[in-house]
């Protein structure tokens, strides 16, 4: 990486390079600082991160999107850089798509919305239908049982509640 960062700025020296930190991972293994950009696996980039990349799911530790705390992102909030969400999502499950709404609706209405530079749903179409787990975190551990509930579209290509909410923002 350090390598290529600058290989990259000669070439086109208003690219923006990063890489992309698992956020929910690094939060429950508690090796974010109050600063996000203080945490060890940042740090290792030192000053060749040009934004904040951030991989977000708080469905791994949350069964709602209600249930995430506004504080959740406090430690990306303090950072001085831009930032980017270059992957996240929440599985929606035959029959209830309403999860989705509200978490792009709790992304949107969040204080770091303003700072963001780049959001990126994971899934634009379902490849899989969803149930999730009757107690728990709506996405558990094994990603292949969620990972294909997460499109804004259903496998027959119809937009989900959710993929209006995400046109509209």
């Not at 698992?22 to 600082?33: A, N, P, S, V």
């Not at 203080?38 to 799911?57: H, K, T």
């Amino acid at each position: 990486f350090s390598a290529t960062y600058p290989l990259i700025k000669a070439i086109s020296p208003e690219t923006k390079v990063s890489v992309s930190f698992q956020f929910d991972l690094m939060k429950r293994e508690g090796i974010l600082e109050s600063n996000f950009e203080e945490a060890g696996p940042v740090q290792a980039f030192g000053p060749l991160l040009d934004v904040i990349g951030l991989s977000l799911y708080p469905c791994l530790t949350y069964a709602r999107p209600i249930d995430v705390p506004v504080s959740y992102l406090n430690s990306v909030l303090a950072t001085s850089q831009p930032l980017a969400v270059f992957e996240t999502g929440w599985p929606s499950q035959l029959g209830d798509t309403n999860h989705q709404t509200t978490y792009l609706q709790w992304l949107e209405q969040h204080e770091f919305s303003d700072r963001l530079e780049l959001l990126v749903w994971a899934s634009t179409t379902d490849t899989a239908v969803y149930i999730s787990p009757p107690e728990g975190p709506a996405c558990p551990a094994e990603v292949n049982t969620w990972l294909g509930g997460l499109g804004l579209w259903t496998m027959e290509a119809e937009p989900k509640p959710a993929g209006h909410t995400w046109q509209a923002m």
